[in-house]
């Protein structure tokens, strides 16, 4: 989205961060999937070419009060590290609107901040998940050849273009491509996009991820500990994946999940659970679910200033 961020000038890297999170495309086919491709992989890979560039360019859209942008910023930046551009209020959508907005660089994940001082203009605030590509046009065709569905068509933007799209089981995410290519080092750790979807639409929406994203199934276990989404003695089926575009976790439930479960888009790794925790309440954030153990570690749920939910796990 910009050059690298030490490098950009006060206005180009808020500019930029703040266009990361912006574009949308939606998705949300429920058919038993497209028919496969039978001329060979030339012609599969024409369909779905890997639009993805890096983990490191993939920024969770926070939406905040603006009162609240400077307790929130501060509050992340020192429970996970990092640094933050400088803000700047811009038109981000491509109809009216104003929102003063920053980009949040950290070890374990990017973020994309905004504080609107409009009303939001429909449908931003549903996206989850800003993804860079390297081409824009390429990446809405191959999304909507996989499957997705195309919330808000391209749009340019100062200095690039973005989209949002959606796909089956009501995951919207946004695509954007920028004229000057960013160059960032990869994170220490990458984040997972917390996904939850009903049984009914989990394989449409996996399988139609998969061709997009170019991505690969880590495991798929049908009797996970359910306690991490805060129904133990429970069990449910968790899907990780893992793509140009980072990791994935699909939850795939009934639905009937208690809070917070569900309001959280992003889980963070970390080294310490318990310390990540205490480094966050003494910087203001509240403890929503405490730190659960299961076979696969330590997870716990954070309510930051401003009302942004985020989790956070054992490693890398």
């Known amino acids: 989205m910009f050059k690298s961020f030490h490098r950009l000038s006060s206005l180009a890297s808020l500019c930029a961060a703040i266009l990361i999170g912006l574009t ?48 929130f910023v501060n509050s992340f930046l020192t429970t996970f590290g990092g640094k933050a551009s400088q803000r700047a209020v811009f038109t981000v959508t491509p ?3 104003k929102t003063a907005s920053q980009y949040v660089q950290t ?18 605030g549903n996206e989850r998940t800003g993804y860079l590509v390297t081409d824009i046009d390429k990446a809405v065709k191959a999304a909507r ?24 089981g009501g995951v919207t995410m ?35 991820w998969l061709r997009f994203s170019h991505g690969k199934v880590l495991s798929d276990n049908p ?14 089926r968790v899907v990780r994946i893992n793509s140009g575009f980072g990791h994935m976790v699909v939850f795939v439930t009934d639905g009937k999940l208690p809070v917070p479960f569900g309001t959280e888009t992003t889980g963070y790794g970390v080294d310490d659970v318990a310390q990540t925790v ?22 716990a749920i954070l309510e930051f200033p401003g009302r942004y939910i985020a989790e956070v796990h054992d490693g890398k």
């Open 24 to 71: 949308p495309v939606a998705s949300a086919f429920a058919d038993a999937g497209l028919p496969e491709v039978s001329n060979g992989k030339a012609a599969v890979a024409a369909r779905y070419p890997d639009v993805s560039v890096g983990a490191q360019y993939s920024t969770t859209h926070v939406y905040v009060a603006s009162a609240d942008l400077d307790a």
């Open 95 to 97: 109809t009216p609107s």
């Open 107 to 124: 070890p374990v994940g990017m973020l994309s901040v905004f504080g609107f001082e409009t009303a939001i203009p429909y449908p931003f």
């Open 145 to 168: 050849a996989a499957g997705a569905d195309i919330v808000v068509d391209t749009f340019d933007d100062p200095i690039g273009k973005d989209a949002i799209i959606q796909w089956p």
């Open 174 to 208: 946004q695509l954007y491509w920028h004229t000057k290519a960013p160059n960032y080092a990869p994170l220490q750790s990458v984040p997972d996009n917390r996904v939850y979807v009903s049984r009914y639409e989990a394989d449409n929406f996996v399988r139609r």
């Open 223 to 236: 009797r996970a500990d359910a306690g991490v989404i805060g129904r133990p003695g429970e069990t449910i």
């Open 278 to 299: 205490e480094r966050a309440q003494a910087a203001g954030a509240k403890v929503l679910y405490p730190p659960y153990h299961s076979a696969t570690g330590t997870t």
